[in-house]
């Protein structure tokens, strides 16, 4: 069942996550009016930095919908939405160039993204077996007072959250080095100038807040269940 802290929590982090989403748009909407240099899209950026990073596995591909750009190791894509796979604009060449950065990461099996990498799985099982105990929490209230124990709840709780908060901070390094490496880039081909690097670097770290608001999130959470138990113990 929801008690009460939880509903703090997750209010608390809901609006402040509102909050970074509604900034982090605020920001690509207003980047994306301009332009960079040598009318290159977000598409061209791409491709550029692939090839001067000597990748030639790795495809560029449109994708529906508004901030759904990601790199896809599985398949090796890119996968920029529309507004930046043919868009001429900061927020454009930011974000290619940072779907990019995780494109070099895979192929340089950089150490974060591998470790992270191998948690997917164990966080699809552990999210899924949450999911079991609410349940089972739910229907041993009303019918099963036996099915399951609180304090076994909460220790299987306990676990899941460790993992969504080990996989979410680890999330961090490798966002922001896909950041540097982007970055990095786009100034050393003069693809942004003095006065659109900046520019370029505030629509990326506003992106990374939605990152960070999501690793504290989900360490409230584990804290909150951790002094739930500890508390039922004493």
């Known amino acids: 069942m929801i008690s009460i802290g939880q509903i703090v929590i997750l209010g608390a982090f809901m609006l402040l996550s509102w909050i970074v989403s509604a900034q982090l748009k605020s920001r690509f909407r207003r980047y994306s009016q301009i332009p960079v240099n040598y009318g290159v899209t977000g598409r061209d950026v791409a491709e550029k930095m692939l090839r001067e990073n000597g990748i030639n596995d ?4 449109s994708v529906e919908g508004q901030l759904t750009d ?10 920029l939405s529309h507004d930046v796979y043919s868009g001429n604009s900061v927020a454009a060449a930011a974000v290619a160039a940072h779907e990019t950065g995780h494109a070099i990461q895979h192929a340089t099996a950089y150490a974060p993204l591998k470790f992270r990498s191998s948690l997917v799985p ?8 949450m999911n079991m105990v609410f349940l089972a929490m739910f229907l ?3 019918f099963l007072p036996k099915l399951i124990s609180f304090d076994l709840a909460l220790l299987v ?10 996989f979410a901070f680890v999330t961090l390094p490798v966002e922001i080095n896909a950041s540097q490496r982007a970055l990095a880039w786009l100034n050393n081909s003069n693809i942004t100038g003095y006065d659109t690097a900046p520019q370029a670097k505030d629509a990326l ?3 990374a807040y939605t990152y960070v ?3 504290l999130s989900s360490l ?6 951790v002094f739930l138990f500890l508390g039922r113990r004493d």
């Open 58 to 61: 790795v495809s560029v591909v």
């Open 220 to 225: 409230a959470m584990l804290l909150y269940y």
């Open 213 to 215: 608001v999501a690793a």
């Open 140 to 142: 041993g209230a009303a």
């Open 70 to 79: 990601h790199y896809n190791p599985i398949n090796k894509t890119i996968n």
């Open 157 to 166: 709780i306990i676990a899941c959250y460790g993992i969504f908060t080990l």
């Open 205 to 207: 770290k506003w992106a």
């Open 122 to 129: 164990i966080q699809n099982v552990s999210a899924k077996v």
